[in-house]
Every structure is written in C-alpha cells, then in structure tokens.
C-alpha cells in the first residue's frame, strides 16, 4: 500500500456467522485496516487477506458473488443485493457500526 | 499393539472411533468442524496420521481440512490459523475450478438438466476423497457435479482431470436425487495408471493411463428409467468395490441391482440371487477373501430404509448369488434406517473386521466378519460415510 493510501486507511469492524469465526480463529468481531473510500467489496478483500482461510465462503471464487445464504447488512440496512463497490454509510467507514456478515435462517 | 481409527463423517460434523485389535473397547473423539457436513474422511494408506476431509455447508461452501497426526489436529491446506500465506494470493485448498482451458477444451461440456435441457457444470462439494496408494500428498477428490480432481501438495491446491468430463458423453449424464456427484474412486494396487470412478446418474468409467483418457464400462447394466436402458451412459451406480489382490474383479451396488464384471469393468452381470431387495447402496469385499462381499439391502427407492424393519447385512461368499443374511446383535423390529453409499468399510486384521453407519447415527461394527455385530455409538448425526484404517 502506498504512503498516501496508508492515509486513507481506516479501522472497519465487521462481524462474522458462527462457523466463519470458527474456522478463521477468531472472536464474534474483527478489525480490519480498509483504504477509503469503504466498500463491502473492499472489507472482503481485507477480511480475507488477513484470513485466507475465509477464501471462497463469503464469495463464491468462480463468480465473485455472494453466497445465496449470506446476506451483509449494515446500519439496520440490508447491503446484500448492493454491488461489492458500493460505498457503505460513513458510520461503518468511521468503525462506529461494524458490517454484519450473516448466515440465513434455513435448514435443518 | 494393533489397532483401528474408523473415521466417521457425519451431517453435523466429524468423529473418529478407536479401538485396538480386539475391537471391542471403543474410544469416541469429537465432533470434529460441530455443525458442518462431512461428506468423506479418509486416510493415506502410506502414512496413516495424514487424514483428508471433506467439511461442507449450503451456506459456507467447501472446505478442506487435513490432519498430519492421527486426526487428533487439523488444518485448512495452505490457510491453516496463525501462519502468514507464502505467496499472495495463497494456494487455496477449497478452490476446484473446472477446466475450461483451450489446450483441453473438452472440459466446456454441459450435462442433461432434470427437465431435459442442457446444464453447465456448478461445483457444490466434495463427496470422496482417495487418496494416493504411493504419496501422501496426491489426493484424488470426487465431486458435485461430477468431475474428478487431483492434489499433489497435500490438498493446498487443486486442478481436475477433464479427460474424463470431456471424453464425449457429458452432455449425457444427469443428476440423481442427491445430485451428479463422483462418488467412488478406485486405484489398482498393481498398476496405480488404471484407475476407476463411479457417477450418479452416469455410470462406471476406467482410465488406464493415468486419468488422460477414460471409457465407459457400463455394458450389462440394465436401467429401466433410462430411453435406452442398456445404454452406455446414464445408469445410476452407487458403489464399486474391488479387493486388493484381484483388482479386474469389481463388484457394484447400482440403484437396482447387484452386479459383478470379471473383466475391469468391460461387462457386468447380475449377482443378486436370493437377496430380499436389491435396491441399496453399499457394497464391499472381505479383506482376505476376495469372494466374500457384503451388500446393506434397503427396501426400494421410494422407501429408503430396510425392509421389514430390520437391520441386516447380507454376506456372499460365492462373489454374488448365494447370499446369507447377518442379524445377530442388528435390530430386527422397528427399525428405519438407511446405509448411505461410503457408509461401510473393513479392517485388514487377521480376523476381518466390518463396519457400517446409518442415518439414525448408529455406527455398527463386526470384529468376525459379519457374523455377530455391535454398536460402537448409537447416536451421532447421521452418518454420511465410514473408513476405517488398521494400524500397526
């Protein structure tokens, strides 16, 4: 990352479903260093590279998409069907709200 | 002192079985990935403490889990907790893209759709793994939709061998009820070149160089669902056994029938005799006695459990034909359960051992090859798959 970008670095929270925090080793929330300006596309590309095992089950890798039982939402705001490059309300860029990352309600 | 490790995937999770070799004071370890479907674990034949498992969920995905001591730790290929990738970005142990390169170009097959059409291939799991007979970082993995992939790294990264996707009859395989999946892979022990896979709803194929080219090897199999039901693809097969030392003999659990080919595959004919139903989906062969091999009958395939209410296991010592029903220490009232198709496997102790698990979460075991059986643990999830390793 470049000097400038350092910078425009902000501390993002987000806050992972059961099973990804288990297989990342981690707390029910982590701290992520996101460059501005902040977009769930971005918070993913940072969530992974700190923890490459979560590669492929947020975002499926073939596509880029979101897995159909995930859905991200932030601020009381469902961010799911917004594009990856979307910018996230400036709560979540501040690390006041986290961005919420959650396993649908379904199956047995 | 000898041993054995059954290792046991479930619908929610992992569990691993020991005991030494009188088979009859059991140890339970885990669950192992709480909450996730494991469709398959199973061990190297040439270092037994490096197990593979196939951890699976309809939210996550597909993740890979390996362990280098005996199961008692794990770690994600190439990703494990703590460490720092080596390279970025960092081989990735859950990645099985499908070959759409130009040099193989076959690969860019679709498959029959439920309604007929074609479907391009989506990969949604892991159902098998096998691995290698000679290193313990080459893995084969079996997967939905079918296709067949290869590990040379100790599962950190993946790439498929499309010469069977793509050797022509693709476009003419189709799901079965539990998806188009490779479910069984077969390594010669003589000549590790010759290799054979199973596919619901496609059939038995071989390669015999090394997975480049594969044939069908479905003629005797008879399906009545099917437009042609000699056909040379589209049969439901559910499992192929083979024993180590007569490799050109395979046995097969297809949806219907019981079937047997003296000739690696080339022709099968029936073996079902006197069986109560020969609807099923296991199938395995004695470890000493390459003519002994036992079948789980379930009812139908409208009624996915055994008939009558009771549990028994059928043993063959005539390879097929004349069959025998075990009983002994299995439920005979009131039970329902079903035998899913990797849910059984053998020890190699001198006195052969049996092991099988259910969907009711029983995991049974036969310490004298069939003839008296007892429950090891009575109620874990569902059980998915059974491998059993016999240590020294």
């Known amino acids: ?108 | 002192m000898s041993g054995v490790r059954v290792l046991v995937g479930t619908k929610k999770g992992a569990f691993i079985l020991s005991a030494d070799g009188k088979r009859k004071d059991w140890t339970v370890s885990g669950p192992f990935f709480s909450g996730w479907e494991i469709y398959h674990l199973k061990g190297s034949p040439v270092d037994p403490n490096r197990i593979y498992a196939s951890q699976s969920s309809g939210w996550f995905g597909q993740i890979v889990q390996r362990s280098d001591d005996g199961g008692k730790t794990w770690l994600q290929p190439g990703a494990p907790i703590g460490e720092k990738p080596a390279e970025w970005p960092p081989k990735a142990s859950n990645k099985f893209l499908y070959d759409v390169s130009d040099a193989s170009g076959k690969a860019l097959t679709t498959h029959q759709w439920y309604d007929g059409t074609q479907h391009p291939w989506e990969f949604k799991r892991v159902w098998h793994f096998e691995p290698s007979l000679s290193d313990p970082n080459t893995v084969y993995a079996g997967v939905e939709d079918a296709a067949l992939f290869k590990s040379t790294d100790g599962g950190e990264s993946w790439h498929e061998l499309s010469g069977l996707r793509g050797h022509g009859t693709g476009p003419n395989w189709q799901p079965g009820a539990g998806g188009m999946c490779l479910h069984t892979i077969l390594i010669d022990p003589t000549n590790e070149e010759r290799m054979y896979i199973a596919i619901s709803a496609a059939g038995a194929f071989r390669t015999d160089d090394g997975c480049k080219t594969w044939k069908p090897i479905n003629k005797g199999l008879v399906s009545p669902f099917m437009p042609d039901p000699q056909g040379e693809v589209g049969h439901c097969v559910h499992h192929v056994a083979m024993h180590r030392t007569r490799p050109d003999v395979l046995f097969m659990q297809k949806h219907w029938d019981v079937m047997r080919s003296d000739n690696a595959g080339e022709s099968w004919h029936e073996v079902s005799g006197n069986l109560p139903t020969d609807f099923g989906f296991v199938i395995d062969v004695h470890a000493h006695e390459p003519e002994t091999i036992y079948v789980l009958p379930i009812k139908s395939d409208s009624e996915h459990f055994v008939p009558e209410g009771k549990l028994r296991v059928y043993r063959s010592r005539t390879g097929g034909n004349e069959w025998e029903a075990l009983e002994k220490g299995l439920p005979q009232k009131d039970c329902y359960v079903n035998v899913l198709r990797d849910a059984m496997a053998v020890d190699s102790l001198d006195q052969c051992g049996i092991y099988f698990g259910t969907s009711g979460g029983q995991v049974y075991a036969s310490s004298d090859a069939g003839d008296s059986w007892m429950p090891i643990v009575r109620d874990l999830p569902a059980v998915l798959s059974i491998e059993v390793q016999t240590l020294a």
């Not at chain 1, 400038?4 to 981690?26: M, Y």
């Not at chain 1, 939402?73 to 961005?99: H, K, R, T």
Request: charge should be negative; include cysteine.
């Open chain 1, 1 to 108: 990352m470049s000097a400038e970008g350092k910078q425009q670095s902000k501390l993002i929270r987000a806050v992972l479903p059961f099973h990804l925090r288990t297989l990342a080793g981690v707390g029910s929330e982590v701290e992520l260093e996101v460059e501005a300006p902040i977009t769930i596309g971005r918070i993913l590309d940072a969530l992974e590279a700190r923890y490459p095992m979560l590669r492929g089950t947020i975002r499926e890798y073939e596509t880029g998409r979101r897995r159909a039982f995930l859905r991200f939402f932030a601020c009381g705001e469902d961010w799911s069907n917004e594009a990856l490059d979307c910018e996230l309300p400036e709560a979540v860029a501040q690390g006041v709200e986290p961005l919420l990352v959650i396993g649908a309600i379904a199956g047995g």
